[in-house]
């Protein structure tokens, strides 16, 4: 290696030395809804929400997995013709979740080291951002509300349900986009 190569290693980590002892320290910034989107645009294909749920709730162990789907005022069961969806639940039987579990689904591509578990990748469920904004999940005896900050950062609220709506059901629920509305 030449004597000039080695000059501007040297150099660098001088320079990365004085930097961290007496420099002015930034955290690097990260427009979330753009990078959500991004993930996305990456990430599409034909019904990948409703395959990711699906899979989600088999993930879980469920034996039960339905949708449920509310269509704007005056839709009769006979007359789904025109009319627009408002929101989506997806609802399933499987376990309730856990800890980790409430940690890893507000965890963007962290995925999971357990192959034979939900969130291998840690980028499905976010796929459901596709259709909502802010989705709220119910799993148990608690729910998180997903909403987004004006500086585009997005945050969750994790409470307790009121004891009426504990179950040990789990649910996604998927108020749609106003593109969509």
């Known amino acids: 290696m030449s004597k000039n190569l080695l000059h501007r290693s040297a150099s660098s980590d001088a320079l990365r030395l004085k930097a961290l002892q007496s420099g002015f320290e930034s955290r690097v910034e990260v427009n979330q809804r753009m990078l959500i989107d991004k993930m996305l645009a990456r990430y599409s294909s034909d019904f990948v ?4 749920l699906i899979q989600n709730s088999d993930d879980a162990k469920a ?7 509310t269509c704007d005022s005056g839709t009769t069961e ?3 013709h025109n009319k627009t969806i408002t929101e989506i639940r997806a609802i399933n039987n499987g376990l309730v979740f856990n800890e980790t579990d ?4 507000a965890a963007i591509a962290e995925g999971n080291t357990n192959v034979e578990s939900v969130g291998q990748f840690g980028v499905g469920f976010f796929s459901v951002f ?3 904004e802010e989705p709220i999940i119910t799993s148990g005896n608690e729910y998180m ?3 987004w900050r004006d500086d585009n950062s997005l945050t969750t609220y994790r409470h307790k349900l009121p004891s009426n709506q504990q179950s040990q059901l789990t649910s996604i629920i998927l108020k749609m986009r106003t593109k969509y509305i």
């Open 102 to 105: 409430w940690k890893r689904v």
């Open 49 to 52: 929400v409703c395959r990711e």
């Open 78 to 80: 006979k007359d789904f």
């Open 63 to 69: 034996t039960s997995f339905h949708f449920e789907i």
């Open 145 to 147: 509300a997903f909403v």
């Open 130 to 132: 596709s259709f909502s």
